[in-house]
């Protein structure tokens, strides 16, 4: 099985050891994993402001990068969801590729909807220890309509003991460029978001979306809290920093 | 269309400005945590022990669709109905005509004092300030407007108007104006509220209401309500006037059905509301109780242009306030932040429907684009999407701020050329060298301080997982 790697812009140039522990992951599964060059974003961030015309130029060579890709995987709910849900609208209104965009649509995972889905994963071989909690990122919750494959997947880890989140299923406040737009707004709700991961007693906050991870670990970063965020991917691989 | 909205010197003041200032009355944080999170159990609760609920959305939302579709037949048929069992049906295009003809009615039969049921279309006319103007006292009669109308404010939520206030803040207000000490007990309040009420109902000339639905084929206007005001503000006074936006309208009693079942389980989480209010016209000969005039006012006020609009499905909106409830953004500012008659993600939308795309320029950004408004909606409206399509149209139309503009439109260049992305990162790396301390950015110079203020940020990593790659492979 081969799968390409959609690294997204946060993973790549803030997070890249979730980059390395996804690689790490599936090559323990024994998947081939491919790397396409010239990756840059997916356009959501332009998308999501508003500004389509250009967002449709950034989709238009995502499609390009990932022609021969056989599975498009992705570790962030938010980027994949704008791939499978809004390509294939946006460029067929700029003209783009869109029936490309639609074939790129249906290859195109998750991280861990690819795992659950794809490799059909359960019981999951990481070495890592710890009390977790998961927080739904909106991407993946309601616009994949998935609450599922991430806690099953963190269940299927024999070290992790999952500590359900009050109110996981709740924005944390990022948003993109609301988060910079509105940032007391945004500091509010991820601070009540914060507060909630802070009683539950686990260590790690688990979230599938970068942007979510930016926002959250900046956050318990802030308040010097001594619980770590972490990707998906580096609890299932076991090599967290 | 510029009818309605809040006082002018809240206008004023920038959307963000009045957020921060929201975020920092504690008084609001408090009844504004409480009582969102008591709506969101029993909204899931009544939904939970419901099985059919889902199919009822599916098909209360299907009824909305093919409804906009024949607007104008089942207006006339419900303007016929009504007509035929003795109300009168007056048809306003803008929201001045509509404040216009109950003013005029007003005038022509010596109104004094017109008590009044809840509803957001008065609401969004401006409908009370018109009637004092005019030297009619107009009285709300529920007791969130009646707590409104005292403190001199504007409804904060769609169904909970005093959403914002804790009951210590309403005791300290009905102490203040009825001149007598009043225990923060929401019992002793009620009934306080209650005794002043009863005689305003026996004193009015003149009910006013809005609609929760009209029925078309039996002229029959529907108030939800839990109070039981709606019911006296309907039948005492000798002219009942119902205020209704056109895409309240419904084909039949099957069609109400559906919508009943779903809107009171929406925004209280109750089966039914206490009171559903069937409103056939004047009261007819031999008939002992109800009002002598009838007056059913058809407003459009801007929403007929959005049948074939960007915001339709704005027009399916029930008004339960649901997605008020659960939206992130208005649990933390409320409702006055937003600065117009109706707030929340769908306000937004309302807004830009009523007053215009420009009006909501700033108000477009309002929300994280988190989707429980679209999760919780009983119809199902695809707030989300509208919110990202005005945001589109203030791009296209040159609205948003040229600064903004120019940003993103050198990010799309970043983003569509990998020689530059990587130039951009190293540029990056190499800036943000003086403000890395203990590997994070704790507090960076404008414009990143926006973010740094309250929340730190990861730095751009020495060796991107681009470069790692090569490692990798």
């Given amino acids: 099985m081969r799968a390409s790697l959609m690294i997204t812009c946060l993973a790549d140039v803030l997070f890249p050891e979730v980059g390395e522990a996804v690689v790490v992951l599936l090559r323990r599964l024994g998947v081939t994993v491919e790397f396409p060059e010239g990756q840059t974003c997916c356009g959501l961030p332009l998308f999501n402001s ?192 | 269309m510029t009818d309605g909205g809040s006082a002018p010197d809240v206008l004023a003041t920038p959307f963000a400005e009045r957020a921060r200032r929201a975020l920092g009355d504690p008084f609001l944080q408090e009844a504004l945590s409480i009582a969102t999170t008591k709506f969101i159990g029993l909204r899931r609760e009544a939904f939970a022990d419901f099985p059919a609920g889902d199919a009822l959305r599916d098909r209360a939302r299907a009824i909305k669709e093919a409804t906009l579709q024949k607007l104008d037949t089942y207006l006339e048929a419900l303007a016929d109905n009504v007509e035929r069992r003795g109300g009168h049906v007056h048809w306003a295009t803008t929201g001045a005509e ?43 009669t529920d007791l969130g407007e009646y707590i409104i109308q005292l403190a001199r404010e504007k409804p904060s939520h769609i169904i909970a108007p005093a959403i914002h206030k804790t009951k210590g803040q309403v005791a300290e207000l009905f102490s203040r104006e009825l001149g007598q000490a009043l225990e923060a007990d929401p019992e002793v309040l009620t009934a306080v509220a ?126 339960c306030g649901a997605c008020l409830n659960v939206c992130p953004v208005y649990r933390q500012i409320g409702g006055h932040a937003y600065g117009h008659t109706y707030p929340g993600p769908i306000g937004i939308l309302l807004t830009a429907m009523l007053k215009g795309e420009r009006a909501v320029k700033h108000l477009a950004h309002a929300s994280s684009l988190c989707g429980a408004c679209q999760e919780v909606c009983p119809v199902r409206i695809d707030i989300p999407r509208m919110l990202v399509d005005l945001r589109e149209g203030l791009d296209r139309d040159r609205v948003a701020p040229w600064a903004e503009r120019a940003a993103f439109g050198a990010l799309a260049r970043l983003l569509c050329s990998p020689a530059l992305f990587r130039l951009a990162v190293r540029v990056g790396r190499i800036t943000q060298r003086p403000f890395v301390r203990d590997g994070r950015l704790g507090r960076l110079p404008v414009p990143g301080a926006v973010w740094t203020r309250t929340r730190d940020l990861p730095p751009v990593a020495a060796r991107t997982f681009t470069e790692r790659w090569k490692d990798l492979a």
């Fill in chain 2, 194 to 319: 209650r005794r002043v009420l009863r005689a305003r109902f026996l004193e009015a000339d003149m009910g006013i209401t809005g609609a929760n639905f009209a029925v078309a084929d039996t002229g029959t206007v529907v108030l939800v309500t839990n109070e039981g005001n709606g019911r006296m503000v309907t039948s005492l006074p000798r002219i009942h006037v119902a205020v209704m936006g056109i895409e309240k309208v419904v084909p039949s009693m099957t069609d109400l059905i559906v919508f009943l079942a779903i809107l009171a389980r929406s925004a209280t989480g109750q089966k039914l509301s206490s009171y559903t209010t069937l409103v056939r016209g004047p009261r007819r000969p031999g008939e002992l109780e109800g009002p002598e005039e009838f007056h059913l006012v058809l407003m459009d006020n801007g929403r007929s242009a959005q049948i074939a609009g960007k915001l339709r499905e704005a027009l399916y909106c029930l008004r």
């Fill in chain 1, 50 to 241: 508003g500004f389509h015309r250009a967002a449709a130029g950034v989709a238009s060579r995502t499609v390009e990068v990932f022609r021969g890709a056989e599975h498009i995987v992705v570790p962030s709910g938010s980027c994949a969801w704008m791939v499978r849900k809004e390509y294939a609208s946006l460029l067929e209104h700029h003209g783009g590729p869109a029936a490309e965009a639609r074939t790129l649509a249906a290859r195109t995972f998750e991280l861990s909807q690819f795992l659950t889905q794809v490799l059909g994963l359960r019981e999951v071989d990481s070495p890592f220890r710890g009390r977790v909690t998961y927080h739904d990122s909106c991407h993946l919750l309601r616009g994949l309509g998935e609450a599922r494959a991430p806690r099953q997947l963190l269940q299927g880890v024999g070290g992790v003991d999952l500590v359900e989140l009050p109110g996981a299923d709740e924005c944390c406040g990022f948003g993109g460029s609301f988060s910079v737009r509105l940032p007391d707004v945004s500091t509010a709700i991820l601070e009540r978001k914060l507060a909630r991961v802070e009683a539950t007693g686990a260590d790690c906050l688990v979230a599938c979306d970068s942007g979510c991870l930016m926002q959250m670990g900046g956050g318990l970063s802030r308040r010097r809290s001594r619980v770590r965020p972490l990707h998906l991917a580096q609890v299932l691989a076991g090599g967290a920093p």
């Fill in chain 2, 98 to 140: 509509a404040r216009e003809i109950v003013l005029r009615l007003c005038r022509d039969r010596g109104v004094r004092m017109a008590v009044k049921s809840k509803s957001m279309a008065s609401e969004e006319i401006d409908l009370n300030e018109a009637l004092e103007h005019a030297g009619v006292a107009p009285v709300e």
